[in-house]
Structure formats: C-alpha cells, structure tokens
C-alpha cells in the first residue's frame, strides 16, 4: 500500500517563497484559503516600517473579480451605493454594496482598468451575489483572484523606492488613480491605494512574474529600511486610518443570522458613500426609509484616555447620573505614531455624537489578576492619522 | 401620441378585466391594452377548424367568485352548472363524482368519500376566504397585516383541535398517500388524484397536491361550470362590464416595455410606438414577463430579481380540440353523459407514471386526459351534426428536452389519441381537424411565460403571502406605481377573477392610505 502525499490544505500565495526566505518567526493565519504571515520579525517593527520607510504586504489572497461588458457600469451602479458614473478610466473608488434590505454585505475597491472594464477587489468572496445580481445585464463576471499577484507597498519612501525601481512618471499618479508600467516586458498596473491612510502603492501582475518583481522592488528599496510586513502591522495601520474590516467592525449581511446583527452604510459613516440621486440601487428604498426615520446605530471613533486597549469593552454614555450601555468597542489599538488610545465602535443612536463624551469599559490584567477602568473618550471626526503626504501629488522624495 | 390615464391595464385576461371594471367603477379613468385581437387572454373561445369552435385554453370554470360576480353584477349563461366527473375504467366500470357522492366504486367508498369531501371541503371553504382577501405582509407590524395573519391563525384553531391537527399534517402532503388510505377504487383513486395534479409540474406522490386538490375544491365547492359559447362569453361579458364602468379597452396592442423614470412607473410604450402615461399601471402579465421583460431587471433590486427568476412557472398541460363527424362511442356511457366532464386516469399508478418522463424533460407516453364535448350542450360550437372535443392532456413539459418539434407534437398528439381509444375505439375515425397546443404554444399565444396556466406553479412556497415571491404579494410589485393582477399573484390561476379584484382593492386602497 502506498502512503498518498497530502497536497497542502492551504495554498500559497505567488510571494510565498519570498515570505518564508525573510520571516523568523513562524506565526501564520489563514485568509480566504491561504497561508498569510501574522508578522515576520516582530508586529511593531513592521509597524513602524509602515510609518517610517516603507512596509511591503503580500495581499494577493484579496478576492477578485473582473467585470465587463456593454453593461459593466450600469451594473455596478446598480449594485453598489454610490455613483459609478464618476468614476473615469484610470480611477479607483471605495464602495459598499448592500442587500434589498440596504444592509451591507460588504465594502471593497473597484478599479476601472479601462473604457468599460473593471476590477471588483472586497475580502470576501461574493460569485452568488454578484451573479445574481447579474439578472437582466449584458456583464461578464470572472473571479481572478489567483490570476492576480498583489502587493501593498506602504509608507514615506514608497514613492522613492518605486521611482528607483524604474516606474517614471509614478509622481503624477493622484491618490484612488491607477496607472500601467511595463516591468521586464510584463504589464504592471500600479494604483495609488492601500490600507494604511499613509502614502502607498498597491501593485498588480501576473503571478508568474510576482517573484521577479519582489526581487526588484527589495533591491531598489535596499536604502530605505524596507520590510515585508504582515497582519498584525497592518491591523494596527488601518484602525489608525479610520478604515473598516469585514466580520470586525461589520458583519457581512449575508453572514448572519440574527435580526438586528447587520448595519447599513449610514450606520457606518458611509453615507457619503450612499447616492440617492441614482433612481436605483440595491438598498436604495430601505436606506431612503432609513434616512427618513432615523438609523440605529452609529459607528464612532474614540480617542480614549489613558494607555490600555479597549478591545470588545462596552461603551456607557451617563445620563441623569447613570451609566448605560449603549455599544461597544469592534476594533482598538494603541496608536505609536499619534501617541492616542483608539479605537472603533457602534453604539445606539442618538448617542455618539461628534465631540460627545463617553465611557469605555476597559479589563486589564496584571500577573493573572484582572482590573478594570472606566476610561473617558471623546468621539471624534476625522481619521486618527491622516499625513499630509497621503494626498501630496507629486509626493516627496526621501 | 401620449395621454394621461389614472391606471393602465397591460393586458386583458379575465383577471385584467375584472380590475379594469372595478377601478373604473371607483372613478378611474382606465385604459386597457391587449396584445391579441380579442379580449380574454387564456379564457377565449377561437375557431381551430372550419366552423369548429372552443375554449382555447381554460375550457371549465370552477371558481369565478361570487364577490366578483356580485361587483360587477355578472350572470354567466351557463351550459352546464354541476358537471358530474365520469372516471373512465376499461372495462366499462366507470366511477361517477358529483358533490360528495360517488357511484360505480366499491361501496365503502362512496362512504368514504363522502367523509373525505366533507373533510376537504371545510378545509378548502377555510382557504376560500383568504381568495379574496390581500395576503398579510410578514414580519411588519402593521395592523392590517397583522389582524388578518390573527385571522388566519384563528379560523384554523376554530377547525377544532382534531381537524386543526388534521389540516396541518395534511396541507404539505401528497394526494397519493390520502387515496390510498380512503378509497380501494383503483379509478376513484386515480380520479383524485389527477384532480390534484391537473395544471401543475407535480405527480401524485410529489408533495404540495393536497394543497392543489383544495384549491381547485376551493373555487365553488368543487363545483364544476361549462359557460355557454365557450370561456370566451365570459370574458365577453367581462369586457362589457368593463366597458360599462368607463373601461377604454384597445385590442392588438401589444405593450413593449413599461416605462420607468427615476425608480417609479410613469406610462407604457406599445409595439408599434404609442406612448400612454400614467402613474399607475398594472400588469395582467406573468410575474416573469411583466418584471424581466415590460420593466428590466436593473430597474429593480438584486434579492428581488433573484426570487422572480426562482419563480418556478414551466407549465406542464396541453390542450387537444378536435373536430369530429360525430360523437365517438365510449363504452358504458349513456349518451347524456356526453355533456359531463370524462377523465381517464385510472388509478394512481397510472398518473404517477405519466408523469414520470416530465421530471427528465420528455412527454408522457400514456397521458392523463380530461375530456368535454362542449358541442353536445352548446351546439354552436359545431356545425350542425358535428361536434368538437376540448380536452387537456399531461404531460406535456414545456421544456421538452428536444424541443416541441413538429415530430414531438405529433407523437404526443398520436399517444393521447391512442389511450382515448381505449375507451372510445372509433374516435381516430371520427376526426375532421385537429389542434394541440403544447405550453410552449400557450406561452407564444397567450403570451405567459413557461405557458403554465396558473402563472406559475401552485406550491406552498409560492402560496397567499410569498406569491408570486417574499416580500411583493400584496399586488405591489418592486417598482413604485407597478401592480401585479393576474394569477401569479394570490390566489393563483382559475378563471376566478379573485387576483383582478384583490389588485383593484389593493391600488385603490392605497390610495386611500396616502
């Protein structure tokens, strides 16, 4: 009898020779089918890399999809919120899509390559829904995710390192606009995006050329203290920045199973993202009723006294000298570079105004015995790091 | 050329005309378009020979309501108003239904019948009530919405604990199991059971014909009509109620698409370029060709469409007229009995079987039939002397798997044919012309998608408050202004005019609460 070898339950990403060459400490997680590094050396140095020089992350896992067709557009105006029309050739935009309940299912990228083509990029995958959502359109929808090598070049020196790496012209490239080098005789398509809120890059090619690009782009960034980072880096990058995560600060709709458990765009600050000039869009009539009566729930973030991370506390709002609960915390970290306890939460409306003043519920341990605070936090509006280099066109060289 | 319309009709069925009336009736200026030359949609009469006459699809009419019949003061000239069911056996031992008495079966059976019917008949009075009322909305909590589920709740417990607990176990079952409980008939069985199935994708031992058995039962008590001059003298008198109240009917006028403008109904345009406003418009259309095809599928919501395209609507019965020299000789037959209703399924294997080729797409080679010589009590039909044969024969699968060629419609033509000489040897002699109208001709014709008689099937999940889909049973479809009047909305099909009347409440009554 002959022992059959066991093929990988996991797969591995077209970076992950790469990876395993650089890491040391042999902390992996698994994300959408494959095998993704926690850290490589140690979480906050690769933090820091993010901040300071430049943090490089392998994000080819994230789920895509290709959509084309006489429909393309008029397709994805109807299935996300917000007004695809603006968004030309050559531009990226944020967007949520929802159910007929105006619930999201989840948020993503869409990157319109060219006249009439586009790339959907979101952490789940959604082939069921985008199908059906196909009903009655002339639209052709291919999953490429693992057609696709991704890597999310991130930090201060991004631009330096890519311009040494031979990309001319990457200065005019505006935030949310992508643009096409050639790369040893392959297409690379190159787009001003990421997960940090920093300066950054996000690079796109065939997989079969993803090694030789690495290798390219660690060369040319061999000056600037450049380090592939992993997830837990990132994590701490994206609560800075004020961005969402999937099944962390939202469920997505059609994951859950409660009533009550799902949020709409409103609920989450997006109404910005929300266009009910379109005359239809999935959602539109539940948000517009929304609108009308009032949301929920409302996504806050906090900037909390004190030093300890709020992660899953409650939050209490005082009224007439009691204490309620009226949300709790979905994401926290520690911020090194605003030097700021934050965090991301819900909590009921009518709490959560802007510049309001609430309490989180923070447990602490110290050699084995558990403390809790009651630490103030201030609701606050804007991103909690948001540089001015993030949006700088052409941006400095360093 | 464009004009303004409180409410547009697309389309003229039975179930179209009845909402046309009564939304005229109400002081509405109506308008109705209908793609074929004559009004009636499916219950139409039309010559198919030379001086040949009949139903061309719906031929019995077992539940037009008689709220209906009150609102818009209809007398239907009938030429039969309780039809006996003659279940034809092979040798001559046929099995005679009428109400809730059974003759030629053994004599248990005509007991237990009797108790059967009794059963099914308090249960089928029960569903009746709901026919004319608009489904509650599940889930809100609305106080309409909410007192009729408390009804429907209610009027179930009121069946008393026995029969309550009898009605559930018995609502999702099949009819097979039930007939051959009760009866030791073989063609008793087998007429019950074809009753269930009749019109439907389902077989005997599929679940769900219980639920088919009471609503055919639900329509007049199981009472089964033959309108004089065929179908067509009732949507004729329909269409003159309609016109009476103010209706502005327009026939051969097709509609192309439904006009929608920033997420609401502003018109309809016609195949041949008119354009006729209103911010209302309803559909008489299937669920299918009113949303896909009048509306487009981008002018409505991802879930929605889903459920619509799930919306199953492959109508599996065809119809078979025949022309004939003279009245064939059935065995055991007395000649007055030619004007009753003659069904040929003699037990519920033989059903089953029939059906059986439908779930891999090919038509039955011994179909179940139900026969009518219209002409024997209507002899208008006919020329003098001559008589014409109406009858509807399953299984005929839209989707046959090799398309209904000219080879296939001759084939199944050809077996129907030969199982009614069975029990009527000479009737090949006997035939002039002949007509077979398979689903996929009853969808070109009649213009329903699937070319299944109810719009669409009649299941539990595509019953009272998810019909024809969750979320839009109430007449009101996803788009604003857009109702839904035929029989993919509830109750379901039948030459009931219920689904036209609950429609035309619906609308005004929204009016009322805006």
Redesign the interface.
């Known amino acids: 009898m002959t022992v059959n070898e066991v093929p990988q339950a996991r797969l591995q990403t077209p970076f992950y020779s790469r990876l395993v060459a650089l890491d040391t400490v042999n902390s992996w997680h698994e994300w959408k089918g494959y095998t993704c590094p926690d850290e490589l050396y140690c979480a906050e140095t690769e933090y820091f890399a993010i901040r300071n020089s430049t943090g490089v992350f392998d994000l080819s896992p994230m789920t895509k999809y290709r959509i084309t067709g006489a429909d393309a557009l008029a397709y994805l105006d109807r299935l996300v919120t917000r007004d695809m029309s603006k968004i030309k050739p050559g531009r990226v935009a944020y967007a949520v899509w929802c159910d007929d309940r105006g619930q999201v299912i989840d948020d993503g990228t869409i990157f319109h390559l060219r006249e009439g083509e586009y790339r959907l990029c979101s952490q789940e995958r959604h082939f069921a829904w985008l199908q059906a959502a196909a009903i009655g359109f002339d639209v052709s929808i291919v999953e490429e995710t693992a057609d696709v090598a991704a890597l999310a070049v991130q930090g201060p020196t991004t631009y330096s390192i890519l311009s040494n790496m031979g990309l001319d012209g990457l200065g005019e490239l505006k935030p949310f606009g992508l643009m096409y080098f050639d790369f040893e005789g392959t297409g690379l398509m190159v787009s001003r995006t990421g997960f940090t809120g920093d300066l950054g890059y996000e690079l796109w090619l065939s997989p079969a050329r993803a090694e030789a690009l690495w290798d390219a782009l660690f060369a040319a960034g061999k000056n600037y203290a450049m380090r592939a980072i992993g997830a837990h880096a990132l994590e701490q990058a994206r609560i800075e920045a004020g961005y969402l995560a999937a099944y962390e600060d939202f469920l997505p709709a059609h994951a859950t199973v409660r009533t009550g458990r799902t949020r709409s765009p409103l609920e989450l600050g997006l109404g910005w993202l929300v266009d009910f000039k379109k005359p239809n869009f999935n959602g539109r009539r539940a948000l517009a009723e929304e609108k009308r009566r009032g949301s929920r729930w409302r996504l806050v973030k906090l900037d909390i006294e004190g030093n300890k991370t709020a992660n899953h506390s409650y939050i209490f709002a005082r009224e007439k000298g009691k204490q309620e609960a009226i949300g709790f915390i979905t994401s926290a970290t520690w911020s090194p570079v605003c030097k700021q306890n934050i965090a991301i939460g819900t909590v009921r409306t009518p709490h959560g105004k802007v510049g309001s003043h609430l309490w989180v519920e923070i447990y602490y341990q110290r050699e084995m015995h558990w403390s809790r605070v009651m630490a103030r936090a201030e609701v606050v509006d804007k991103p909690f790091w948001f540089p001015p280099r993030r949006s700088a066109t052409p941006p400095d060289p360093c | 050329m464009t004009d303004k319309y409180d409410a547009i009709l697309v389309g003229g069925g039975h179930n179209g005309l009845v909402c046309a009336a009564l939304l005229a009736k109400s002081g509405k200026q109506v308008l109705l378009l209908e793609a074929n030359d004559q009004v009636g949609g499916a219950a139409i009469t039309r010559e198919f020979a030379d001086g040949y006459a009949v139903s061309a699809c719906a031929h019995l009419l077992y539940q037009l309501q008689p709220v209906v019949r009150k609102e818009l003061k209809l007398k239907p000239r009938l030429a039969s108003a309780n039809m006996t069911t003659i279940a034809l056996d092979e040798h001559g031992e046929h099995v005679r239904i009428l109400g809730d008495t059974v003759t030629g079966a053994a004599e248990d059976d005509a007991a237990s019948y009797r108790r059967f019917h009794r059963r099914m008949s308090r249960f089928a009075r029960l569903l009746r009530t709901y026919f004319n009322k608009i489904p509650p909305r599940l889930g809100t909590k609305e106080l309409r919405d909410l007192a009729t589920l408390g009804r429907l709740g209610f009027d179930v417990r009121r069946l008393g604990k026995t029969e309550m607990r009898e009605f559930l176990r018995l609502i999702g079952m099949n009819i097979r199991d039930e007939v051959v409980e009760r009866f030791s008939s073989p063609v008793l069985r087998g007429a019950v059971s074809f009753d269930a199935v009749l019109g439907t994708h389902l077989g005997p031992r599929s679940p769900n014909t219980i639920l088919t058995y009471l609503y055919r039962l639900a329509g007049d008590n199981g009472r089964i009509a033959s309108p004089e001059g065929g179908m067509g003298s009732v949507s004729d008198e329909l269409a003159q109620a309609a016109r009476d109240a103010g209706v502005t009917i327009r026939t051969g006028m097709p509609v192309k698409r439904i006009v ?4 609401r109904v502003t018109g309809v345009e016609t195949d041949g370029g008119d354009r006729f406003d209103s911010y209302t418009v309803v559909s008489n259309a299937d669920p299918k060709r009113t949303l ?1 095809d009048l509306i ?11 459920r619509v ?1 799930h919306f199953r609507a492959r109508g599996n019965a065809a119809k078979l007229h025949l022309a004939l020299d003279g009245l064939p000789e059935f065995a055991g037959m007395s000649r007055r009995e030619y004007g009753e209703r003659i069904v040929i399924a003699p037990d519920e294997h033989y059903v089953e079987r029939a059906f059986n080729p439908a779930k891999y797409g090919e038509s039955s080679p011994e179909p179940v039939v139900e026969i009518t010589f219209p002409s024997f009590r209507d002899a208008r039909l006919a020329p003098t002397g001559k008589h014409v044969m109406s009858a509807v024969v399953q299984y005929a699968p839209y989707g046959l798997k090799d398309g209904w060629s000219d080879a296939a419609r001759a084939e199944f033509e050809a077996a129907t044919i030969r199982v009614i000489e069975r029990y009527a040897p000479d009737i090949t002699q006997r035939i002039v012309a002949s007509e077979l109208l398979t689903p996929a001709d009853i969808e070109r014709e009649f213009h329903i998608t699937g070319g299944h008689w109810h719009h669409g099937e009649l299941t539990l999940d595509q019953f009272l408050f998810v019909r024809p889909v969750c ?1 839009f049973a109430q007449y009101r479809m996803p788009v604003d202004g857009l109702y839904l009047c035929g029989a993919g909305a509830h109750p379901g099909g039948g030459v009931s005019g219920a689904a036209g009347r609950n429609a035309a409440k619906a609308i005004l009554g929204r009016e009322k609460a805006a």
């Open positions: 929608v403008d920033n997420g896909f487009g599928a981008r002018h409505m919501e991802t879930g929605a469409t889903h395209q979320g």
